[in-house]
């Protein structure tokens, strides 16, 4: 079986910088599952295991345009501290994430006051080059509620 839209594809991943740092990755933890075609992973990346089987290892340089897009200035913002949630101390350089009508998003902190906020909505990896090491662990048929909800689903049924 290869990878293909409406299968749900399993893999490993490490993700690098293009000096060859690591970011983050999955080897030390369960594969990393997903439903393809259903844009659950960044461009890119999909399209490079589209035809990729059970086994296959690859290197993958995603360029920003394929990745978490270009850093956009216009993505900074002011909003009010009630609006966010994190961990820790509320301050300058921390992940929060903030509540919108969509569901929360993350968003990094640029200056933290009593009251209002300087946030920067641009994913942490925008206008970032991603090399990603990826093995294939497992393809399979997706079920009909994977398909309906337009991702795959954890053992056992439905995980959000």
């Known amino acids: 079986m290869q ?3 409406n ?11 293009p000096d060859g740092n690591e970011k983050e990755t999955s080897r030390d933890d369960e ?20 035809g990729k089987s ?4 690859l290197e993958v340089v995603v360029p920003p345009a394929d990745g978490y897009g270009e850093h956009r200035d216009d993505r900074k913002m002011r909003v009010s501290v009630k609006h966010l949630a994190w961990e820790g101390k509320l ?14 998003i993350p968003v990094s902190v640029i200056k933290a006051g009593k009251f209002m906020v300087d946030i920067d909505t641009n994913h942490p990896l925008a206008g970032a080059t991603l090399v990603f090491d990826v093995e294939i662990t497992d393809i399979r048929e997706a079920t009909p509620e994977e398909l309906e909800h337009k991702h795959a689903h954890g053992p056992g049924g439905h995980h959000h």
């Open 31 to 50: 594969p990393l599952t997903y439903l393809h075609g259903a844009d659950n992973i960044v461009p890119g990346l999909e399209k490079a295991l589209i």
């Open 54 to 57: 059970v086994g296959d290892r």
């Open 7 to 17: 299968k749900v594809v399993s893999f490993h991943y490490t993700l690098k910088d």
């Open 91 to 104: 301050r300058a350089g921390i992940q929060a994430y903030l509540n919108t009508e969509h569901g929360p």
């Open 3 to 5: 990878v293909a839209d």
